[in-house]
Nanobody
Framework: QLQASGGGLAQPGGSLTLSCSTS????????IGWFRQAPGAEREGVSC????????EYEDSVKGRFTISRDTAKSTVYLTMNNLKPEDTGVYYC????????????????WGRGTLVTVSS
């Protein structure tokens, strides 16, 4: 199971940290991806972290602002979002796939419920 949390309202330039709590599997054996879906838009990949070697990928618009990390002892993956912009608004989801990282949502099998992030002044 996966459960995203930590969303809320932030001002432009502000920060939020999302958490993806996992259970029922060994985190180091799977890649975890973060995705977001803005109103009226398709779901897009934001970042992912691979299983064994914790390799990270980021969508171009979030590079330098977002950081993905994990705490295997807590079975949790984090997405730290800095310098937030209004276009970062959306429902954020975490999802699981086999070992290797991908920002393609179609390759992910298990999804958690999303958490809403709103960036507005």
């Amino acid at each position: 199971q996966l459960q995203a949390s930590g969303g809320g309202l932030a001002q432009p330039g502000g920060s939020l940290t999302l958490s993806c709590s996992t259970s029922g599997f060994i985190l180091e054996m799977y890649a975890i991806g973060w995705f977001r879906q803005a109103p009226g838009a398709e779901r897009e990949g934001v970042s992912c972290i691979s299983g064994s070697f914790a390799m990270r990928e980021y969508e171009d618009s979030v590079k330098g602002r977002f950081t993905i990390s994990r705490d295997t002892a807590k079975s949790t993956v984090y997405l730290t979002m800095n310098n937030l912009k209004p276009e970062d608004t959306g429902v954020y989801y975490c999802a699981r796939r086999a070992e290797y990282c991908s920002l393609q949502s179609s390759s992910y099998v298990y999804w958690g419920r999303g958490t809403l992030v709103t960036v507005s002044s």
